[in-house]
């Protein structure tokens, strides 16, 4: 369905089916609604602007309304430069506002109900900026709560890729090239050219005359002529190799992010039909990269296709016209040496008074068996207007195809029209005072407003606008609703019917001719805004509805709307990037039925994926927060069953893929069938080469010598590292791999536990207690993040024969002996598991370790970009969540802070934040040199080193889900 501007009566497009209407569940469980941006930080260019091919602005838990305003506004030293604004389909964003100053931009959304936008071709400038300032973008709508993101920095000059060793390198932003270019056919001569050849890279620019390689398979051969950029520019110095496989072409834009060149030719030498020719295009400090860009064709089966607008229904006898009929060569052009026969199907036959552009085509021939054509020039593409077809003998539910017949071409036919019954129709049923409609036994829900449908004080039902359109799309997916709100009028149009209504008239403009309605159409005055509504009897008669029944505030009719349509499974997924032996979680993973095709309740669909990749297993949920059922489930192949009534499709969330054995440069693909549709794949995440170094974190200590086992005592606590369980305190060592848990000698202990209570003389160990963990920092058990960084070895004990009041304060605890002799108890912190009794925790390396109960001890745990946080086993919200900034972890001071017993105080004036612990005084000043602080939506965010540098506490991050233990 196609909207156009208006403002009443519309909020949400998605529409939720009820079994039955006794019951509805008001009390839906909505997500508090917020945003996220997408947009890579970029470094200012020498010249001070930077452009951004993706500015990503995406909501979560409500959608954008139809010219709602987002406003982004850029910090002080840099401005946006106005220019035409698109989004990713290249529509201009219109009426979108500047400000003098170049400090904000306000952009109204342009589709109604819309999840987000990308934009594209979005500039800022460093004006006053000096090097190294960066510039944060904060993005503000109505309803959500405002969010921030730095997206630049000025450099003196375009920086190199990081070392490999440098600990602080962003792993998300490891520089890659990407290929933008079709796969064709060879054409019959052996040769193709490519108007576009796209080399774009990532996250660092090609520098001047830095050398890009193309290398060809075997089989073909670059064909020397001069090569075009985009703008007309010849490439210089471009050097052919003299056997004809490798072309070498130097970068001729100084920090350029790549280039599409024109007229690159190869040609297929030794190779046959069939043959794939492979392009590797390598450079320095780029991983190659590949591409199938060509395959030799047949000759003799070259392929062509028809496209319609969508399949018209004809009635037993009659004609029907098709409007656009689109022939289009796939790889190679028409040429004027062949002709090209269309043919239709058993039981129809063609009306010769076809209409086509003479520039493109003669008719040779036309009859009423085919329609004979021959280019007129070279062309990929063929429109005939008004075809017109006739049904003969064709029944009731016959389809009628079109296809082609050419000297050199074939296709298969398309689908162009359907035969069906003059007395088709479908029932639409409703109740007053209630959000439900049910349209041919589908019942759908009207979420706002509440009731949709009413009676007005002269007992005539009333039915809001949002209601109108809603029955219509279930009716017809091509009908569009239109709303001028200056003239207060709405517009519905639907197959060849036009009907205009307008608030405080009692007419309606059908086809160019005025109905009368049996009351005015108005605004009804809701107490979160006005609803456009009409008269329902009248306005749906006009659209043709039939045996109109009304009894007890009941009723219904039947109405004949829907057009037949081409059904099929689309995936709407975006597709991630992780590092080799890393996970990606997935917020949406959309399986959809277009044109008006349903999901029934337990559908099954089939998901299958690529090898070198499994599926996480794991609890998947639909949008609305419903667990989606799954009959079966292997690191390969999932089957999930559609969730109740889930309409045209469903948005699947936290559906997790783990980059099993694939190597960088590999990529997933995802491949959807439900049964009667044709599958279909969609690349849904890529390998990325890793680097070495840590991921966030920090203030962990240092590694303390590695203690001797001591014979073992007896402890009835089991105890198990990683996948190695054992009953501590036998005499038996239980070892795999390279880890063991033992227990340490009774009088050992006994100098451990006298440390331990002279720390804290409330503490209680936990059972016997005191064991060894020798834990393996390369233990396969161990959960990679991706990055090349481990996480640390988690710990369990089964606490099923201890009798536990308190679960809260449980902590797993460190020995540490100091240099001097004394020992050390270091905090590691855990959590309780009531479902299985048992107490986990990550241990800190090799050493000695006790399981106690502390009753001050403050264990905080959170993870980047989430606002919730557990404190002692306790969750909690935050109004700001952790995140990465620039490879560093920055995390909310003041909740951390007052958790770990400090006071935060922030003096306005000199815009310095003091920590209070005691006696001691902390001071952060917000605009200094120091990257330690920064402001973030009005909060104060530190390094999460400066919290284990200065409240005493252990400090761990768990790279594999991006989380973060604070213990003290």
């Known amino acids: 369905m196609k909207y156009s501007t208006y403002h009443c009566g519309f909020a949400d497009s998605r529409r939720v089916a009820f079994a039955e209407i006794a019951d509805i569940d008001d009390d839906d469980d909505v997500k508090e609604p917020y945003m996220k941006l997408d947009i890579p930080k970029l470094q200012v260019l020498e010249d001070g602007t930077v452009s951004y091919d993706t500015f990503g602005v995406d909501t979560v838990g409500r959608d954008f309304e139809l010219d709602e305003i987002v406003t982004l506004t850029i910090s002080e030293g840099f401005e946006f430069v106005p220019a035409a604004i698109h989004d990713h389909d290249g529509t201009v964003l219109q009426n979108v506002e500047w400000s003098a100053d170049g400090k904000t931009v ?26 190294d300032d960066e510039a944060l973008l904060t993005v503000s709508a109505e309803h959500y709560p405002s969010v921030s993101k730095v997206i630049a920095v000025v450099v003196e000059e375009i920086t190199e890729t990081p070392d490999d060793d440098d600990e602080d390198q962003d792993d998300s932003r490891e520089p890659y090239m990407k290929l933008d270019i079709p796969k064709l056919q060879v054409l019959e001569d052996g040769t193709v050219s490519y108007d576009t050849f796209g080399v774009d890279t990532r996250y660092r620019d090609f520098k001047l005359d830095e050398i890009v390689t193309l290398t ?10 001069p090569i075009h950029d985009h703008d007309g520019t010849i490439l210089k110095n471009v050097e052919w190799s003299a056997d004809g496989k490798t072309v070498k072409v130097p970068v001729y834009k100084a920090e350029d992010t790549g280039f599409d060149m024109e ?33 030799v064709a047949d000759p003799n089966a070259l392929n062509c296709s028809i496209s319609v607008d969508k399949i018209v229904r004809v009635e037993e006898g009659d004609s029907v016209t098709l409007e656009d009929v689109e022939i289009d060569a796939e790889g190679i052009d028409f040429t004027t040496s062949e002709t090209l026969t269309l043919t239709l199907s058993e039981g129809f036959t063609f009306v010769t008074n076809a209409k086509i552009d003479t520039n493109q085509a003669d008719i040779v021939s036309f009859t009423k068996d085919e329609l004979v054509l021959q280019p007129k020039k070279t062309t990929d593409e063929i429109v005939i207007e008004d075809m017109e077809i006739k049904v003969t003998t064709a029944e009731v539910g016959d389809i009628a195809r079109l296809a082609i ?39 759908i829900r009207i979420d706002r407003p509440d009731p949709a449908i009413w009676m007005d004080e002269d007992d005539n039902v009333m039915i809001a606008m949002r209601a109108v359109s809603m029955i219509l799309q279930e009716l017809d997916d091509e009908a569009e609703v239109l709303w001028d709100p200056d003239a207060m009028v709405a517009t519905f149009i639907s197959g060849n019917n036009v009907v205009s209504l307008t608030v405080g008239s009692d007419i309606a403009v059908v086809n160019g001719e005025n109905a009368k309605l049996e009351s005015k159409c108005n605004i009804r005055d809701y107490a979160d805004g006005g609803y456009v509504c009409f008269p329902m009897k009248g306005f749906f008669e006009v659209f043709g509805a039939e045996d109109w029944e009304m009894e007890d505030e ?84 999932i089957v999930y069953l559609a969730p109740a009534d ?27 069938y439900v049964d009667g549709y044709e599958p279909v794949s969609k690349d849904v995440l890529t390998v990325v080469k890793a680097s070495s170094g840590g991921g966030g974190g920090g203030g962990s200590k240092k590694e303390p010598a590695k203690t001797e086992t001591p014979k073992a005592e007896t402890d009835t606590t089991k105890v198990s590292v990683a996948e190695t369980t054992t009953e501590a305190g036998t005499a038996t060592t239980v070892d795999t791999t390279s880890q063991t848990v033992n227990a340490v000698a009774q009088e050992e202990k006994a100098v451990y536990h006298e440390q331990l209570s002279q720390n804290n003389p409330t503490v209680s160990v936990v059972g016997d207690g005191a064991y060894t963990f020798a834990v393996a920092a390369d233990s396969e058990s161990a959960v990679s993040s991706g990055s090349g960084v481990k996480d640390p070895e988690k710990v369990s004990f089964d606490l099923s024969g201890q009798n536990l009041a308190d679960t ?14 004394t020992v050390e108890v270091v905090k590691l912190g855990g959590a309780f598991d009531p479902e299985t009794n048992t107490f986990s925790a990550y241990a800190d390396g090799e050493g000695v370790y006790d399981l106690v109960h502390d009753p001050d001890v403050t264990k905080i745990t959170f993870a980047i970009g989430q606002t919730e946080v557990s404190m002692n086993d306790e969750v909690k919200k935050n109004d700001v969540a952790p995140i990465l900034h620039e490879n560093k972890t920055m995390v909310p001071l003041r909740s951390i802070a007052e958790a770990l017993g400090a006071k935060v105080e922030w003096d306005e004036v000199a815009r310095v934040v003091h920590i209070v612990q005691e006696d001691k005084v902390v001071s952060l000043a917000m605009d200094g040199d120091d990257a330690t602080a920064m402001i973030m939506n009005d909060r104060t965010m530190v390094q999460l080193r400066y919290i284990g540098e200065n409240f005493g506490a252990s400090v761990r991050w768990i790279p594999s889900t991006q989380s973060i233990e604070i213990v003290k």
């Open 405 to 443: 017949v050419g000297d050199k071409r074939v296709s298969t036919g398309v689908k162009v029209a359907k035969v069906v019954d003059a007395e088709e129709t479908k029932t639409v049923m409703f109740e007053v005072e209630s959000d439900l409609v049910i349209v041919d036994g589908h019942k």
């Open 808 to 821: 809260s304060h449980l902590t797993l605890v460190k020995y540490v002996t100091q240099p001097d002799g």
């Open 216 to 225: 060809i398979s075997e089989g073909f051969e670059f064909v020397e002529s």
């Open 554 to 637: 009941e009723g219904g009719f039947n109405l004949d709307l829907e057009p037949v349509k081409n059904i099929e499974l689309v995936l709407d997924v975006e597709i991630q990037t992780v590092k080799h032996g890393g996970k990606a979680v997935y917020n949406v993973f959309g399986i959809d039925k277009t044109n008006g095709g349903r999901f029934k309740e337990n559908d099954k669909v089939t998901l299958t994926l690529s090898e070198g990749f499994a599926f996480v297993k794991g609890s998947v949920y639909d949008h609305d927060g419903t667990e989606i059922k799954v009959a079966e489930w292997d690191k390969n192949r």
């Open 263 to 295: 007229a690159m030719t190869i040609k297929a030498t030794t190779a046959k039909i069939g043959d794939e020719a492979l392009l590797t295009v390598s450079a320095v400090n780029y991983p190659d990269v590949s591409q199938v860009i060509a395959t």
């Open 646 to 672: 889930p309409g045209h499709g469903f948005d699947m969330e936290e559906l997790t893929i783990y980059a099993e054995s694939a190597k960088p440069g590999e990529v997933a693909t995802v491949t959807a």
């Open 106 to 131: 306000k952009v109204p959304v342009y589709k109604a109900y819309d999840t987000g936008f990308d934009m594209e071709a979005m500039t800022i400038k460093a004006t006053t900026a000096k090097v």
